[in-house]
């Protein structure tokens, strides 16, 4: 089976390493396609084996599953273009959140899932969020859940918390990232503790926080628990960040869902345009 990957920015590399790091896809089945060809053409300095190809209608040709690994509007583009040359019993999966299996439907005669990925996917760990279009039959939806299994946790998610799904699984580590990016400049600013030093106790930290969580030792609450010893040290650093950060995440998930809810009317109104110029 003959996969592309249809855009080679962060996401598109994202998928590139854990395809063929997990081996869930050989790179002599693995054809890349790109806007700016250059770029797709430097990735075999680091995947020798894998196709580049020189245009969207050999990519149809060629894969049996295609991931648009774009920007929404980009991969609406790249749908309308790959349209004349699909075939039925081909796969197109989308990668965000915005695009949703339906609206693939809408101007493709394929198959179609949503693949979300998470940039955790990297090290072959993290979850991916799936959605499977109504074209797709049981042995479909095994092949995308045991591929993604090889580099993740797949989690079928439904439309209505895909995007609450998503800013955990793929915005989190950029939330967490930002938070934790605070830390080591209080701790700078505060103390003595050297910048570099910070960030070098933060990364160990982090790396063992995450192991304690993976072999099940404790639950979030359990592990506050653990090193919240009742009147210490940490109950009163805890004191501050009650106050300071508690409920701080909602208007972060306000934001982002505003933002999804704009996009989605620019991907209805790009496909309803769409749907006039096929019939048209
Ligand atoms: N970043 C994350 O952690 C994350 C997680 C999950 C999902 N996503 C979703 O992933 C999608 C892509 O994000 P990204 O960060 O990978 O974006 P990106 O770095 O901008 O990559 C987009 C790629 O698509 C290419 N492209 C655009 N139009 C094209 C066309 N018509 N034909 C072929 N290639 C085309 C671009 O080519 P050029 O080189 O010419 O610009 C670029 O390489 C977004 O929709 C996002 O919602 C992101």
């Known amino acids: 089976m003959n996969w592309g990957i249809i855009g080679t920015g962060n996401m598109g590399k994202v998928l590139l390493h854990s395809l063929t790091q997990s081996q869930a896809v050989e790179e002599k089945n693995l054809y890349l396609y790109n806007r700016t060809l250059m770029k797709a053409y430097e990735l075999l300095n680091q995947y020798p084996n894998v196709h580049v190809e020189r245009s969207l209608t050999s990519m149809a040709n060629k894969c049996d599953v295609l991931l648009l690994c774009a920007k929404p509007k980009e991969i609406l583009e790249i749908a309308k273009k790959l349209q004349p040359n699909i075939r039925k ?85 950029a939330f967490l990232s930002y938070v934790l990016e605070d830390m080591i400049q209080s701790v700078e600013k505060e103390t003595l503790l050297k910048r570099e030093d910070a960030e070098k106790f933060i990364e160990t930290m982090v790396i063992g926080f995450g192991r304690l969580l993976e072999e099940r030792h404790f639950s979030l609450q359990t592990l506050r628990e653990k090193v919240m010893v009742k009147g210490g040290i940490t109950g009163v650093g805890m004191k501050a960040l009650e106050k300071e950060i508690h409920n701080s995440f909602n208007q972060v998930f306000i934001n982002t869902h505003e933002k999804f809810a704009t996009e989605q009317e620019m991907v209805e109104a790009l496909i309803h345009e769409a749907k006039m110029n096929f019939s048209g």
């Open 89 to 173: 019993d081909q796969l197109i999966i989308s990668i965000t959140s915005s695009i949703s299996t339906d609206h693939l439907d809408q101007i493709l005669p394929c198959k179609t899932a949503r693949m979300i990925p998470s940039i955790t996917n990297q090290s072959l760990t993290g979850a991916t969020l799936l959605s499977f279009g109504q074209r797709t039959n049981a042995i479909d939806q095994q092949m995308i859940k045991q591929t993604c299994k090889l580099f993740s946790e797949p989690v079928e998610v439904k439309d209505e918390t895909v995007r609450a799904a998503s800013d955990l699984v793929s915005c989190g580590p």
